[in-house]
């Protein structure tokens, strides 16, 4: 079987998995986060070299803003108190998006987090907070513009070296539960030629098997890439 080197996830439903079992939404985030370590290591185990997940997008600041702190603590919490777990099973942790509109705590947990990994390499995850795919495209054009690169050196390789997910293979398989069809202006550069799948399942009810399915039909798929 052919296994996708790179998988992007969209964890969707977490609110509506809450309200379907009258908890409140904060329980339905939370039940979110102990499916994505699961998903993880379902992933490791077959072999997948990456993962970028969808976790806070750009235009998630305009939500409540108790929905926005709950979120952000449960990031800070999450990449705080796994760090030993990351070590353990060989995962580096990368967070992308734009920091500045991250508070001070998140951001140093960030930081922390980000150094004590760097070495492992068995796993890479992205972790996606404040972020946006025309963001990241804008970004890396700034940052092109700004070293002055001759607009002739100006390559897809190239340019694929200013995004935020540098250095990863293009992503293989998008995975999206809950429902929902389609990007969200999500990773839109990276994925030009990426599988998509999705999966009527809300996150929290999606399982080990829910996973085989996206792989299996990623295998049965000819992947052309436009020849």
Request: proline share 3%; aromatic share 12%.
């Amino acid at each position: 079987m052919k296994i996708p080197s790179h998988i992007v996830l969209f964890p969707d439903g977490n609110r509506r998995w809450a309200k379907e079992k009258g908890l409140s939404m904060k329980d339905g985030y939370i039940k979110g986060k102990d499916k994505f370590n699961d998903f993880l290591r379902w992933c490791h185990k077959r072999g997948v070299k990456a993962v970028t997940v969808f976790g806070f997008s750009s235009e998630n600041w305009k939500r409540p803003q108790d929905q926005v702190d709950f979120l952000m603590g449960v990031f800070e919490k999450y990449l705080g108190e796994g760090i030993g777990e990351f070590n353990k099973e060989g995962v580096r942790v990368r967070v992308i998006g734009e920091r500045e509109k991250l508070s001070k705590s998140l951001k140093k947990v960030i930081e922390e987090v980000e150094k004590e990994t760097q070495n492992n390499s068995r796993v890479y995850l992205n972790l996606a907070v404040s972020y946006g795919g025309k963001w990241d495209i804008i970004n890396a054009v700034k940052k092109i513009i700004k070293e002055g690169i001759d607009a002739e050196k100006i390559t897809e390789e190239f340019f694929d070296d200013y995004l935020s997910t540098a250095g990863l293979p293009e992503p293989d398989l998008i995975i999206r539960a809950g429902g929902e069809m389609r990007l969200s202006n999500f990773v839109l550069w990276q994925s030009a030629y990426a599988e998509l799948y999705f999966s009527e399942k809300l996150w929290p009810d999606f399982q080990e098997e829910d996973l085989n399915k996206a792989l299996k039909e990623f295998d049965d798929r000819q992947r052309r890439f436009g020849r």
